[in-house]
């Protein structure tokens, strides 16, 4: 049976049909024009806790922005366990895909940058980078004993092999990175399966781990990443202040400056300036402290080398004590990070200049001291002793002179003509003892 239709219904529908594949080419059009972004964030820094927090705090805004992945380009010789626990720990419960790229060419991922990197969904590597060398190092007080740091041991390995075997990466290798401190290249690394690939550069990568599947903590994911708009973020203000202190060279300048600045407020009390600045030093340093392997006895030296400073102003020591103060300094300040990486602590090029000027400091503070204390009084009765006059009449028993301008009443013990030179000996009351000078 055929249905016929009005004609004016037939017209209605034929032009709904064409107004539908009129607009279905742009609605797919739409579809694919939409563009899949990747966060970048670079980390070049060593890993303390500002860090950590850059890094956390950007993998939970790449969550919430439903980005495809994000990307931490990393290069660092290491840092604190605890801020790195806090990373892998934020790593491993990410709901968007997190990708360790140690990256440009000559970058490396050392110590805590192995536990790092081998936390991602999606470990690589660009050439002619390396990863290793994840030996835990005793830091504060002195080294730890040999049972404390076989503890540590045993702990960081337990905890690399955890996560290596969670990710499915080579966790024997990572028990000898940490026991034996070894290190791999790039391309060692990918046979070794202890990195998913190497890629030249970001967007060789973006397209070597697009279609790759990640698990999540909220389920499995396919990444689609080739010809994805990089997002590339940069560290806040706050960041970049909270890093820059934690530098060990900026850390020692603050902490020298400091001390310096409280010294000068304390000798010269109600300059202010000088204060205000060394307490603000002060604790921006000791902020910067609970982020680096301080040693105490560094701290202790310096502190003791302020001591000798202020000692040489009350006891005349002819400068054995501003030597010692000297010497205590220069030895607490190369004391006072203790790390065998570089980048955990003070540069000579900064250490012996900072030392030298932070010295000359207070050896000019102390001489200007020590020659105000021995200035011969000018002022009141003391002031008169030794002064050059003028005798205004004969001077015995008693008489006139003039000194400084002014008509004194005089005596002296033996007879003084009048307009001979005389010199003060003694002030009593509103009398002076003068005596000839030739």
Known sequence: MKIILPVKTTVLLAAAALLLSALSPGVVLQAAGEKRVVDVITVSEVITPPIGEYIVKSI??????????????LDTPGGLDLSMRDIIKECLNATVPVVVYVSPSGAR???AG??????????????????????????????????????????????????AEQKGRNADWIEEAIRKSVSVTAEEALKLKVIDLVAADMADLLVKIDGR?????????????????????????????????????????LFLLGL??????????????????????????????QTLPVNYAGILLILLAVALFIAEIKVVSHGVLTMGGVVSLALGSIMLFESPDPALRVSWSVLVPTVAIVSLFFAGV???????????????????IGVLGEAASAVHEKGKVLIRGEYWNAFSKAP???????QVVDVKGLNIEVEERS
């Open 60 to 73: 939970r805004q790449a969550a919430e922005s439903g980005t495809e992945a994000i990307v931490i380009q």
């Open 109 to 111: 991922a050392a110590s």
């Open 114 to 163: 192995v536990l790092i990197t081998i936390s991602a969904h999606v470990a690589a590597m660009a050439p002619g980078t390396n990863i290793g060398a994840a030996h835990p190092v005793a830091m504060g007080i002195g080294k730890a004993d040999e049972t404390m740091m076989e503890k540590v041991e045993n702990d960081a390995v337990a905890y690399g092999r955890g996560i």
């Open 213 to 253: 599947e990640v698990k999540l903590a909220a389920g499995s994911k396919t990444l689609k990443t080739k010809g994805a708009e990089l997002n590339r973020k940069e560290m806040g203000f706050r960041e970049k202040v909270l890093i820059t202190i934690s530098n060990p060279n900026i850390a020692f300048i």
């Open 260 to 289: 310096a600045g409280l010294y000068f407020e304390f000798s010269s009390p109600g300059v202010v300036l000088p204060g205000i600045i060394g307490a603000i030093s002060l604790i921006l340093a000791f902020f910067a402290f």
């Open 366 to 384: 102390i001489s200007i001291a020590v020659r105000a204390q021995m200035r011969r009084v000018a002022t009141g009765s003391e002031g008169m």
């Open 416 to 422: 003084i003509e009048k307009g001979k030179k005389v």
